[in-house]
């Protein structure tokens, strides 16, 4: 096939359609229709917490944009593990620097709902609005939330 044939079986989008600079767009893996069934490895799936429409939130009050950010540490939940992650699980508050692992956007996942006396055993879809792969190795350390009451006065 020669490329006016190409061109002609496949519209090319235009600038115009494709926003790259949404926080929705960053890391786009062209997973739309997909949802990540299960890691592999020492994966980890997570989502930030300290992102807003594109803008980061330090504790300090600062605000810095997310694409500017490279010497920053970030915080995420986890959603995810990999089989062979052995310090990390689902739920987890995780700190590890904005330089590692895969950005990925919104990205839909799926959970597993084990059987309850009102609900029997199934799989659920879920969002990760800022999503992020990344190995259990980058990560420096799991937080406690002390906003949660674990603060001793």
Known sequence: MNKEQLLDTYQAASYSDINLESPNCAGDMALRGFAVKKLYDDFVFADYIDV???????????????????????????????????????????????????????????????????????????????????GEHRIFATLDNLNNGLHKS
């Not at 803008?55 to 500017?68: A, Q, R």
């Not at 950010?69 to 904005?98: E, Q, S, Y």
Request: with cysteine; glycine share 8%.
């Open 52 to 134: 807003d429409n594109g803008f980061i939130k330090h504790e300090s009050g600062l605000v810095t944009i997310e694409s500017n950010a490279t010497k920053t540490w970030r915080k995420a939940r986890v959603l995810m593990v990999g089989p062979a992650c052995r310090n990390t699980k689902v739920g987890d508050i995780i700190l590890f620097p904005n330089d590692k692992g895969l950005p990925c956007g919104e990205v839909e996942y799926t959970t597993h709902l084990e059987e309850s006396e009102l609900v029997p055993a199934q799989d659920i879809i879920e969002v990760a609005k800022n999503g992020i792969f990344l």
